[in-house]
Nanobody, 131 residues
Framework: EVQVVESGGGLVQPGGSLRLSCTVSGLNFDDYAMGWFRQSPGKEREGVSCLGWSGTSTYYVDSVKGRYTISRDNAKNTVYLQMNSLEHEETAMYYC????????????????????????WGQGTQVTVSS
């Protein structure tokens, strides 16, 4: 059974930083691109950032480019999301998930990330940006 555990969220002031972590078990982590998603109350879950199996190729939704950095440590089955210059509107529950083989990148200039069919969303980690 695939399990995903996110951590690292918290309360941060506007302009502050957080580093999220996501550890995955139950699959061969090295075989999967990984993605971070977020969901605010009343809104649909949206993809934020993703990276390929090696971590070399990284992709970001326009609103976070230059402020977020995604990375992974395959030895630890963990993917990270460094978030800087956080804004109030980024208050959300953040999730990670393994992605389809071609489920990460840009299409017609727009970011996309597609979770695998068997994804079981973890409990997420809450990020609250507030003064």
């Amino acid at each position: 059974e695939v399990q995903v555990v996110e951590s690292g969220g918290g309360l941060v002031q506007p302009g502050g930083s957080l580093r999220l972590s996501c550890t995955v078990s139950g699959l061969n982590f090295d075989d999967y691109a990984m993605g971070w998603f977020r969901q605010s109350p009343g809104k649909e879950r949206e993809g934020v950032s993703c990276l390929g199996w090696s971590g070399t190729s990284t992709y970001y939704v326009d609103s976070v480019k230059g402020r977020y950095t995604i990375s992974r440590d395959n030895a630890k089955n963990t993917v990270y999301l460094q978030m800087n210059s956080l804004e109030h509107e980024e208050t959300a529950m953040y999730y990670c998930a393994p992605l389809l083989p071609i489920g990460c990148g840009y299409r017609n200039g727009h970011y996309y990330s597609t979770p695998v069919d068997f994804v079981k969303w973890g409990q997420g980690t809450q990020v609250t940006v507030s003064s």
